[in-house]
């Protein structure tokens, strides 16, 4: 049973190899699914701390801290505590961290009106980072650091292969610290395949709707731009 969020987060980030191992089988195991395989891994990892967060961190001291500190997670972190919360039905959880919110902004207001609040400066130039945000980037990191380690093994790249490979954002930051360049060819390649198949779609759409041809629409071509805008800058 995880104690608390801090001990759960840190486990995640031991220097031991087992650890670090867990990060390589995800990668390998979740090749198999669609989309980006890093994104689809971080879903995972902020739906696993909320449920956590709902479940078992409400009454954790260090954990309600952090988010008073941070007045509440930034906007996308909030919306999904929400859908969760939703979905969970941890409505009383829920209400614990918003009450805990709701004493602070007070406290932290009536402090600011009783000083004096001075223009330009804010009134709360001492808000702090998302947890949920800091959580996401140090998971990133780990999993972009196994990725590209992963590049030197051959069944990790047979694997990726297969695969729809990874969005934009994540093919940059793995590519930046990959030194072999038969690596990176290998990287490219399935994912400029994957780019002439949406293209082919995305030009066969174009040219039907434009001349408003009599040849049918497929469900592919009509849905390719969605797809290659998911692949570029989502998952
Ligand atoms: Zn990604
Ligand atoms: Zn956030």
Same mark, same amino acid.
């Given at each position: 049973?995880?104690?608390?969020?801090?001990?759960?987060?840190?486990? #995640?980030?031991?220097? !031991?190899?087992?650890?670090?191992?867990?990060?390589?089988?995800?990668?390998?195991?979740?090749?198999?699914?669609?989309?980006?395989?890093?994104? $689809?891994?971080?879903?995972? /990892?902020?739906?696993?701390?909320?449920? #956590?967060?709902?479940?078992?961190? +409400?009454?954790?001291?260090? *954990?309600?801290?952090?988010?008073r500190?941070?007045f509440?997670?930034? $906007?996308?972190?909030?919306?999904?505590?929400?859908?969760?919360?939703?979905? +969970? #039905?941890?409505?009383?959880?829920? !209400?614990?961290?918003?009450?805990?919110?709701?004493n602070y902004f007070i406290k932290h207001s009536k402090k600011l009106?009783? !000083?004096?609040?001075?223009?330009?400066?804010?009134v709360f130039?001492m808000r702090? *980072?998302?947890?949920?945000? $800091?959580?996401? %980037?140090?998971?990133?990191?780990?999993?972009? /650091?196994?990725?590209?380690?992963?590049?030197?093994?051959?069944?990790?790249?047979?694997?990726?292969?297969?695969?729809?490979?990874?969005?934009?954002?994540?093919?940059?930051?793995? *590519?930046? /610290?990959?030194?072999?360049?038969?690596?990176?060819?290998?990287?490219?390649?399935?994912?400029?395949?994957?780019?002439?198949?949406?293209?082919?779609?995305? #030009?066969?759409?174009?040219?039907?709707?434009?001349?408003? !041809? %009599?040849?049918?629409?497929?469900?592919?071509?009509? *849905?390719?731009?969605?797809?290659?805008?998911?692949?570029?800058?989502?998952?």
């Amino acid at each position: 049973m995880i104690k608390n969020i801090k001990s759960f987060i840190t486990s #995640n980030f031991s220097k !031991s190899g087992d650890v670090k191992n867990t990060y390589y089988t995800e990668l390998l195991e979740t090749f198999d699914t669609q989309g980006c395989v890093i994104c $689809k891994l971080l879903e995972i /990892s902020v739906l696993k701390y909320l449920e #956590n967060l709902l479940h078992e961190f +409400t009454m954790d001291p260090i *954990s309600r801290r952090e988010i008073r500190e941070a007045f509440g997670y930034c $906007k996308k972190h909030t919306e999904q505590l929400i859908e969760v919360t939703k979905n +969970t #039905n941890q409505r009383l959880s829920a !209400s614990i961290v918003a009450e805990d919110l709701a004493n602070y902004f007070i406290k932290h207001s009536k402090k600011l009106l009783k !000083s004096g609040i001075k223009s330009g400066t804010g009134v709360f130039k001492m808000r702090r *980072s998302c947890p949920i945000c $800091k959580y996401y %980037s140090k998971h990133e990191k780990m999993y972009i /650091s196994e990725f590209s380690k992963g590049t030197t093994k051959e069944e990790f790249l047979r694997k990726f292969e297969g695969s729809p490979g990874i969005c934009l954002e994540h093919l940059i930051k793995v *590519s930046k /610290s990959i030194k072999d360049r038969t690596a990176l060819k290998r990287l490219l390649k399935p994912q400029i395949a994957m780019i002439e198949e949406t293209d082919h779609e995305l #030009n066969n759409f174009i040219k039907k709707f434009d001349h408003k !041809s %009599s040849e049918r629409i497929t469900d592919n071509e009509a *849905s390719a731009w969605y797809r290659l805008f998911e692949r570029i800058n989502s998952r």
